[in-house]
């Protein structure tokens, strides 16, 4: 099946530092990504729609100058969370939508923010 | 706006058993696609199987079978012949067929236990 992975896995950062959260489609291209916040034992919450060469469009109450989204090539789309504070400590999930409809899903980066 | 439904938060299974996870969602729209998705303690998601709204017959993937009632709006996912790697968190899921995003809808989960 298709690959989609994300780095890092772990991360844990300073309150006020950013961090960047890469994921890449590995053996096919992706238009579109979606990026997922899941707190413990809970679903999964969009956060955006992440389309190669435009901007990402976010879910209703996701800040985007909070998260900010590039999806610079079709194989890779990134998040940054900046200015990370504790309450931003979470599991991030992206996916990646193959030109077949389906979702692959990113192995999910834990942050912590100290 | 989708929304999904899984009542069951927590199951539980003996190996070798059957069990059944059950969704339901509310739509307005016709044609739609339906998933399920398997979150083990690794945490990354696994398509465990999919099925298309225009197609009646239920969709099947080994010891995994859906039960889809369109007009009842319920995909509950059995799952037969249990085994322990079968236990993780699993999770339905609603894609509309004509949104070119391909955003998803998921439920809330169920967090499936296989007792040896």
């Known amino acids: 099946g298709a690959v989609v992975s994300q780095h890092p896995s772990r991360v844990i950062c300073k309150s006020g530092t950013s961090v960047k959260i890469e994921c890449r489609s590995l053996?096919?291209?992706?238009?579109?990504m979606f990026w997922y916040r899941q707190f413990p034992k809970q679903s999964l919450m969009l956060m955006a729609t992440s389309n190669e060469g435009s901007k990402a469009t976010y879910e209703q109450g996701v800040e985007k100058d909070k998260f900010l989204i590039n999806h610079a090539s079709l194989t890779l789309s990134t998040l940054t969370v900046t200015s990370a504070h504790p309450e931003d400590s979470s599991f991030y999930i992206c996916s990646a939508r193959r030109d077949t409809g389906e979702l692959f899903f990113g192995e999910g980066s834990r942050l912590t923010v100290l | 706006a989708q929304t999904v439904t899984q009542s069951q938060p927590e199951m539980s299974v003996q190996e070798a058993e059957t069990v059944t996870l059950s969704c339901t969602y509310d739509t307005s729209e016709s044609d739609y696609y339906l998933f399920w998705y398997k979150q083990p303690p690794s945490r990354q998601m696994i398509l465990v199987i999919r099925?298309?709204?225009?197609?009646?017959q239920n969709a099947t993937e080994n010891r995994f079978s859906v039960n889809f009632q369109k007009a009842a709006k319920s995909f509950s996912l059995k799952i037969s012949d249990s085994q322990l790697g079968d236990a993780a968190m699993y999770f339905c899921a609603y894609r509309s067929y004509n949104t070119n995003a391909g955003k998803s809808t998921f439920g809330d989960g169920t967090t499936l236990t296989v007792k040896p």
């Open positions: 053996d096919f291209q992706a238009t579109t």
């Open positions: 099925q298309e709204a225009y197609k009646q």
